[in-house]
């Protein structure tokens, strides 16, 4: 496993098959991303039962056609693309789908989003993990071709890129003390090296009105090669196989200058594992899932992105991402007529979802907080001439403040701007890279 952080770009690539992805991209002028789209389906059909049925004939264009055995019912759907499920395949359905939108995404610092659905036993955990090395899965791949743009945006301007990868988990029902279906709702860092007694990991809404989440506790490790990103995802894929989990979410997210811009590539596993049987209680995760996919499909002015922590933090997904693709694995054996049917009618709904796609505004961390700053003085000064018993800048934080129903309004405004420099002044970079750090260390010790 390899050394300690290094803050650099990433512009050698001598760990990884160049020949294979850095050829095949040429960077392009940048765009700006477009006012939306909708969500694309790539569909993945395997053969469970080890006899193919007859019902059901697709092409690698998306055109699937559905016959029901011995009756006239008739179905067609359309994908954006189908792929049979045998070793090897992702990587052929990554290069003809998939590589041109990962690629799209890095050069506008945009997200993007994939997630897999289908019926149980259909391969959905082997279409985002793989089975191995030789068998990669569109994860791999999608870091792959990230650290290849890496190096061609390294070697044409100065911008600094650090990507990391985090891997959370919602854990089994089996797993916990009680048997409660508020316990479905749980999340845990799988990266996390104090996962045998792990941090809490909460979620947060974003100020600024800005609708977004983020993981409280979150463990990202840092990667500069591909080589270190293979390390950290099987050290993740070897605590996932030692417990029961339900869902998974990977994140791979760049930042450029630190911090200066980020984006997202997320990979949601839904059931990446399958409830045993004797497991009681609602499925918190994936009836949250269900009613966001409802809520947008029929345009309801709310959708329940907090019904669940996996729903929240997926949100960009669906609501803010250049481009979203949802895998859809089906089984094409004896008897899966109407499961096949049920999987695809879903897709169709995902396929009419509109996704947006904005650029999120450059932010200057120093900048703000000067501003935040200069605005607390004048504040400050006011109160000083209004208000007797002020206290001195020196020392004062915004816990200090007590409001209650007569405090003035500059007084308000003066503790939410105490508030709001005080998070400006914790650099969650710097904090992020030295937890990445410490990661690494106790991993090479």
């Given at each position: 496993?390899?050394?300690?952080?290094?803050?650099?770009?990433?512009?050698?690539?001598?760990?990884?098959?160049?020949?294979?992805?850095?050829?095949?991209?040429?960077?392009?002028?940048?765009k700006?991303?477009?006012?939306?789209?909708?969500?694309?389906?790539?569909?993945?059909?395997?053969?469970?039962?080890?006899?193919?049925?007859?019902?059901?004939?697709?092409?690698?264009?998306?055109?699937?056609?559905?016959?029901?055995?011995?009756?006239?019912?008739?179905?067609?759907?359309?994908?954006?693309?189908?792929?049979?499920?045998?070793p090897?395949?992702?990587?052929?359905?990554?290069?003809?789908?998939?590589?041109?939108?990962?690629?799209?995404?890095?050069?506008?610092?945009?997200?993007?989003?994939?997630?897999?659905?289908?019926?149980?036993?259909?391969?959905?955990?082997?279409?985002?993990?793989?089975?191995?090395?030789?068998?990669?899965?569109?994860?791999?791949?999608?870091?792959?071709?990230?650290?290849?743009?890496?190096?061609?945006?390294?070697?044409?301007?100065?911008?600094?890129?650090?990507t990391?990868?985090?891997?959370?988990?919602?854990?089994?029902?089996?797993?916990?003390?009680?048997?409660?279906?508020?316990?479905?709702?749980?999340?845990?860092?799988?990266?996390?090296?104090?996962?045998?007694?792990?941090?809490?990991?909460?979620?947060?809404?974003?100020?600024?009105?800005?609708?977004?989440?983020?993981?409280?506790?979150?463990?990202?490790?840092?990667?500069?090669?591909?080589?270190?990103?293979?390390?950290?995802?099987?050290?993740?894929?070897?605590?996932?196989?030692?417990?029961?989990?339900?869902?998974?979410l990977?994140?791979?997210?760049?930042?450029?200058?630190?911090?200066?811009?980020?984006?997202?590539?997320?990979?949601?596993?839904?059931?990446?594992?399958?409830?045993?049987?004797?497991?009681?209680?609602?499925?918190?995760?994936?009836?949250?899932?269900?009613?966001?996919?409802?809520?947008?499909?029929?345009?309801?002015?709310?959708?329940?992105f907090?019904?669940?922590?996996?729903?929240?933090?997926?949100?960009?997904?669906?609501?803010?991402?250049?481009?979203?693709?949802?895998?859809?694995?089906?089984?094409?054996?004896?008897?899966?007529?109407?499961?096949?049917?049920?999987?695809?009618?879903?897709m169709?709904?995902l396929?009419?979802?509109?996704?947006?796609?904005?650029?999120?505004?450059?932010?200057?961390?120093?900048?703000?907080?000067?501003?935040?700053?200069?605005?607390?003085?004048?504040?400050?000064?006011?109160?000083?001439?209004?208000?007797?018993?002020?206290?001195?800048?020196?020392g004062?934080?915004s816990?200090?403040?007590?409001?209650?129903?007569?405090?003035?309004?500059?007084?308000?405004?003066?503790?939410?701007?105490?508030?709001?420099?005080?998070?400006?002044?914790?650099?969650?970079?710097?904090?992020m890279?030295?937890?990445?750090?410490?990661?690494?260390?106790?991993?090479?010790?």
């Amino acid at each position: 496993m390899s050394g300690i952080l290094r803050q650099q770009p990433a512009n050698t690539m001598a760990d990884q098959d160049s020949s294979t992805f850095g050829k095949q991209h040429q960077r392009r002028e940048l765009k700006p991303p477009n006012g939306g789209s909708t969500m694309q389906a790539l569909v993945k059909v395997i053969t469970s039962s080890g006899s193919i049925s007859s019902f059901m004939k697709s092409n690698t264009k998306g055109a699937i056609r559905l016959n029901r055995p011995n009756s006239k019912v008739k179905k067609a759907f359309q994908a954006n693309s189908c792929y049979r499920g045998i070793p090897n395949s992702e990587g052929d359905a990554f290069q003809s789908t998939l590589q041109p939108l990962v690629i799209e995404s890095f050069e506008n610092d945009a997200n993007f989003f994939l997630h897999s659905t289908g019926a149980r036993s259909t391969g959905k955990t082997t279409a985002i993990f793989g089975d191995d090395e030789n068998n990669p899965g569109f994860l791999q791949l999608t870091a792959q071709q990230i650290f290849s743009c890496i190096s061609i945006a390294s070697a044409e301007s100065t911008d600094i890129y650090t990507t990391t990868l985090s891997y959370l988990t919602t854990p089994s029902v089996s797993n916990s003390e009680n048997n409660n279906s508020e316990l479905d709702d749980q999340l845990i860092s799988i990266v996390d090296l104090t996962r045998d007694c792990p941090r809490p990991i909460r979620v947060r809404e974003r100020g600024g009105g800005s609708k977004e989440f983020y993981a409280e506790n979150l463990t990202e490790v840092v990667c500069n090669s591909f080589n270190e990103f293979r390390d950290v995802l099987n050290y993740g894929l070897g605590a996932d196989k030692s417990c029961d989990k339900y869902h998974s979410l990977c994140t791979i997210r760049v930042y450029k200058n630190e911090g200066e811009s980020v984006c997202n590539f997320g990979f949601l596993d839904l059931c990446g594992k399958e409830r045993k049987l004797e497991e009681k209680g609602e499925d918190v995760t994936l009836k949250a899932y269900n009613r966001v996919v409802d809520a947008l499909y029929n345009k309801f002015s709310h959708v329940p992105f907090r019904d669940s922590k996996v729903t929240r933090l997926a949100s960009y997904g669906f609501a803010n991402a250049l481009h979203s693709v949802a895998i859809t694995c089906v089984d094409n054996g004896e008897g899966k007529f109407d499961e096949t049917c049920a999987v695809l009618e879903h897709m169709t709904k995902l396929q009419k979802i509109k996704v947006s796609a904005k650029k999120g505004p450059r932010f200057d961390r120093r900048a703000e907080l000067a501003k935040a700053s200069q605005k607390v003085k004048q504040l400050h000064a006011i109160l000083v001439q209004t208000t007797p018993g002020i206290q001195s800048l020196e020392g004062l934080k915004s816990h200090h403040i007590e409001l209650d129903m007569t405090s003035s309004d500059e007084m308000v405004d003066f503790r939410d701007a105490l508030a709001k420099k005080e998070l400006l002044e914790v650099n969650h970079f710097e904090k992020m890279v030295q937890v990445s750090s410490d990661w690494w260390k106790a991993m090479n010790e």
